[in-house]
Nanobody, 124 residues
Framework: VQLQASGGGLVQAGDSLRLSCAAS????????MGWFRQAPGKEREVVAV????????YYADSVKGRSTISRDDAKNTVYLQMSSLKPEDTAVYYC??????????????????WGQGTQVTVSS
């Protein structure tokens, strides 16, 4: 599956942003989808994951309560709505599809298809 992330940009602290990830070329609805981020000098970390059915979600503690992951299987798209953004949210955000159908985990190594990333910069 090919993934195309979009929606990043330069925002101020406290603002909201919605990231989108459009999938093509695969069976989107059978796979958990995740958002990850990587800041300069840091390892890639999970932000949020949604199960193949949409019935289960996982959020990193750093974004819990401020972010919502959702999916629209009719549009082959997964979203990440982020609010109350902080400077520490600054990173390149990647969407990814799980390697294994119907599995639900949140480790980056379990995700096999990655989008190109979209930059989110939060100014203080």
């Amino acid at each position: 599956v090919q993934l195309q992330a979009s929606g990043g940009g330069l925002v101020q602290a406290g603002d909201s942003l919605r990231l989108s990830c459009a999938a093509s070329g695969g069976t989107f609805r059978s796979f958990a989808m995740g958002w990850f981020r990587q800041a300069p000098g840091k390892e890639r970390e999970v932000v949020a994951v949604i199960s193949w059915s949409g019935g289960s979600t996982y959020y990193a503690d750093s974004v819990k309560g401020r972010s919502t992951i959702s999916r629209d299987d009719a549009k082959n798209t997964v979203y990440l709505q982020m609010s109350s953004l902080k400077p520490e949210d600054t990173a390149v955000y990647y969407c990814a599809a799980h390697r294994t159908a119907v599995r639900f985990t949140y480790y980056p190594a379990d995700f096999g298809s990655w989008g190109q990333g979209t930059q989110v910069t939060v100014s203080s």
